[in-house]
């Protein structure tokens, strides 16, 4: 009995050190998402006033905005491009990860050089980077252009075109991405013992065998990180699309943070972009859980 009082004094003693974090927790994160599914029961714009009274009898209108999301063409159209983001985008990424990991593994010369330069696109701004891009895909002046005509290759006009716009910010996201995760699969790497490649090279096992029968197995939870986050960053896909192609051409580029941000700060639809903004907490929620499920049975039947 002493010992769960002197355990329960201890605790309460730590209360007065954790209570700035946790009123911190409550007024910047918590009251926050239960303020956002408020608005998203309501048609409030953002600029009238929030006299709780007048507001609920002039803007409170239930499930509407769901029902208005899920029942229109818009949703499920950004939806689609957003999962035609991710096909491209998630197998792109992994593989030249896989590389870049790959070739930093190896104790050649220059290969600290190598890791800088690698790294310098996950340091620059998204702003930067967009911007660079777009001058890089413009279709007359741009370099890419320019380069493909050196060798007669008329090129697409990239950022203004419904078939390239897509694949375009796919290009740049990989090219911003993969030093990132390149760098958490060569952790992942190195902590694969050496002496597993031994005992495979005794037994005359080729490159590619050790491949899939030793690192790909022991890899398994460092790649299925790197999909998880990549997963959630390509629902969270926004600043590449607002500085390159601001949706366009045609709404091919659309995506979900894009119509929430248009919505909540263009269109003034607060109410309707909070409802927006919650299916897509829902969905990305939803993937995840998936995903971690998939890992555990990956890891426990395969690894």
Do not use: C
């Not at 239960?34 to 600029?47: H, P």
């Not at 029942?71 to 096909?87: H, S």
């Not at 996950?122 to 741009?142: D, E, N, Q, R, T």
């Not at 939870?221 to 990549?230: A, C, G, M, N, T």
Request: proline share 4%; charged share 10%; glycine share 8%.
């Amino acid at each position: 009995m002493e010992k769960r009082k002197s355990g329960l004094k201890n605790q309460m003693s730590a209360v007065p050190f954790l209570l700035p974090s946790f009123i911190g927790l409550i007024i910047f994160s918590l009251l926050p998402i239960v303020i956002s599914f408020f608005l998203s029961l309501t048609d409030w714009n953002g600029i009238d006033s929030l006299n709780l009274n007048v507001f609920l009898k002039d803007h409170f209108i239930g499930f509407q905005n769901y029902v208005k999301i899920l029942t229109g063409g818009e949703f499920f159209r950004v939806l689609g491009n957003t999962l035609y983001f991710i096909v491209l985008y998630i197998p792109l990424m992994l593989i030249f990860s896989l590389l870049i990991a790959w070739l930093m593994n190896k104790n050649y010369k220059g290969v600290s050089l190598f890791r800088i330069l690698t790294y310098i696109p996950v340091l620059s701004s998204w702003i930067a980077a967009s911007l660079i891009w777009k001058w890089v895909l413009a279709p007359k002046f741009g370099i890419a252009n320019n380069v493909l005509s050196i060798f007669g290759i008329s090129g697409p006009a990239w950022l203004q075109s419904e078939q390239w716009a897509m694949p375009s910010i796919v290009l740049v996201s990989v090219w911003k991405d993969t030093g990132f995760f390149g760098l958490i699969l060569l952790s992942g790497l190195q902590g694969i013992d050496k002496t597993y490649y031994e005992a495979a090279a005794i037994d005359g096992a080729n490159s590619w065998q050790q491949f899939w029968k030793i690192t790909l197995p022991l890899l398994s939870p460092s790649i299925f990180f790197v999909l998880i986050i990549s997963l959630i960053n390509s629902f969270q896909l926004f600043p590449q699309v607002m500085i390159m192609t601001d949706g366009g051409p045609n709404g091919a580029t659309q995506v979900m943070v894009e119509r929430i941000y248009k919505y909540g700060f263009k269109y003034y639809e607060m109410g309707y972009a909070s409802a927006f903004s919650w299916l897509l907490f829902v969905i990305i929620f939803a993937l995840t859980n998936l995903q971690m499920k998939m890992q555990k049975n990956w890891v426990h039947y395969g690894a």
